[in-house]
């Protein structure tokens, strides 16, 4: 079994800062998904890497397949921002070969 | 509708009884997947269904059923709900070819008393 681990748990910074998530996981993997949840809300996807990096608006995911790491970067943040964000590996096979990390609370004060 | 719908939203149960969970999904997606979700634990696989009349067990499906007898409609079912199973359950879909990317619903917090 894959163990997923996100760092930091909790995260509060002020608006316009560079945030950093990041997550780490043990066994080699196909895919990794970053997904971010609203408060009482739902889940939403918001990157599918498995190499390299990819960029929408001012979110940034990279991931190092070698080192077995994967960051979220967001720039500019905003308190819209605030959410939990989730890290989630796929290794292919099996029901749907996803191992969820614990999740990151990142609150983002005006 | 659009994408997946979840039903109730919220539910307050008493120990014993039967409750279902609906997920329909207007996205013609093969597989299907219910997941609950609870504080330090993240979320966990219930059951799954790769394609309709077909189910399987995930990570923790002990006191849940689940039924697929179309695409549209992934049921969640607790035969005899216990308070250990208060927790907020969120049904997902995925296209069969595309990045693998999961559609959620917007969740189900149930309470059992």
Same mark, same amino acid.
């Given at each position: 079994?894959?163990?997923?681990?996100?760092?930091?748990?909790?995260?509060?910074?002020?608006?316009?800062?560079?945030?950093?998530?990041?997550?780490?996981?043990?066994?080699?993997?196909?895919?990794?998904?970053?997904?971010?949840?609203?408060?009482?809300?739902?889940?939403?996807?918001?990157?599918?890497?498995?190499?390299?990096?990819?960029?929408?608006?001012?979110?940034?995911?990279?991931?190092?397949?070698?080192?077995? *790491?994967?960051?979220?970067?967001?720039?500019?943040? *905003?308190?819209?921002?605030?959410?939990?964000?989730?890290?989630?590996?796929?290794?292919?096979?099996?029901?749907?070969?996803?191992?969820?990390?614990?999740?990151? *609370?990142?609150?983002?004060?005006? | 509708?659009?994408?997946?719908?979840?039903?109730?939203?919220?539910?307050?149960?008493?120990?014993?009884?039967?409750?279902?969970?609906?997920?329909?999904? /207007?996205?013609? *997606?093969?597989?299907?997947?219910?997941?609950?979700? /609870?504080?330090?634990?993240?979320?966990?696989?219930?059951?799954?269904?790769?394609?309709?009349?077909?189910?399987?067990?995930?990570?923790?499906?002990?006191?849940?059923?689940?039924?697929?007898?179309?695409? /549209?409609?992934?049921?969640?079912?607790?035969?005899?709900?216990?308070?250990?199973?208060?927790?907020?359950?969120?049904?997902?879909?995925?296209?069969?070819?595309?990045?693998?990317?999961?559609?959620?619903?917007?969740?189900?917090?149930?309470?059992?008393?």
């Amino acid at each position: 079994k894959n163990e997923v681990e996100q760092s930091p748990q909790n995260l509060t910074a002020q608006e316009g800062e560079f945030i950093t998530i990041n997550c780490s996981y043990s066994v080699g993997i196909s895919a990794l998904h970053w997904l971010q949840q609203h408060p009482g809300g739902g889940i939403v996807s918001l990157f599918m890497l498995s190499s390299g990096k990819k960029k929408h608006g001012r979110l940034i995911a990279t991931i190092n397949i070698q080192e077995k *790491h994967s960051s979220l970067h967001i720039t500019a943040s *905003h308190p819209r921002d605030s959410a939990v964000y989730i890290c989630a590996v796929r290794m292919g096979g099996g029901a749907d070969g996803l191992t969820f990390g614990k999740g990151t *609370h990142l609150i983002i004060q005006p | 509708i659009a994408g997946i719908t979840q039903a109730p939203t919220s539910q307050i149960l008493a120990a014993g009884r039967r409750m279902t969970l609906r997920c329909t999904q /207007d996205m013609r *997606h093969n597989a299907m997947y219910w997941y609950r979700q /609870d504080l330090g634990l993240g979320l966990r696989l219930i059951h799954y269904s790769n394609t309709a009349g077909t189910t399987g067990k995930g990570e923790v499906p002990d006191g849940y059923s689940v039924s697929r007898a179309n695409t /549209d409609d992934f049921p969640l079912t607790l035969a005899s709900a216990v308070p250990s199973q208060t927790s907020v359950y969120f049904c997902a879909s995925k296209p069969e070819h595309g990045t693998g990317e999961l559609f959620f619903g917007e969740g189900s917090r149930l309470t059992v008393l």
